[in-house]
């Protein structure tokens, strides 16, 4: 019985280390999530900006 309980012992580690690893990758995760829609709004807004007067002469060249 003794070496059984000692298993058990490691596998109660193992999954304390588990769950502390899962949670800390999860808060990484939802930090990424979180920062991902303001970088793509401000890289948006920067492209949209550089490719408009392109855009525009594009489109006065085919009205005229």
Known sequence: K???????????IAAGA??????ILGLVGLIMVALAYPVYDRVL???RAR????????TDELLN
């Open 2 to 12: 003794a070496a059984v309980q000692l298993a058990g012992d490691h596998a109660g």
């Open 45 to 47: 807004k920067k492209e």
């Open 18 to 23: 588990a769950m502390v690893l899962g949670v």
């Open 51 to 58: 490719i408009a007067p392109e855009i525009l002469r594009l």
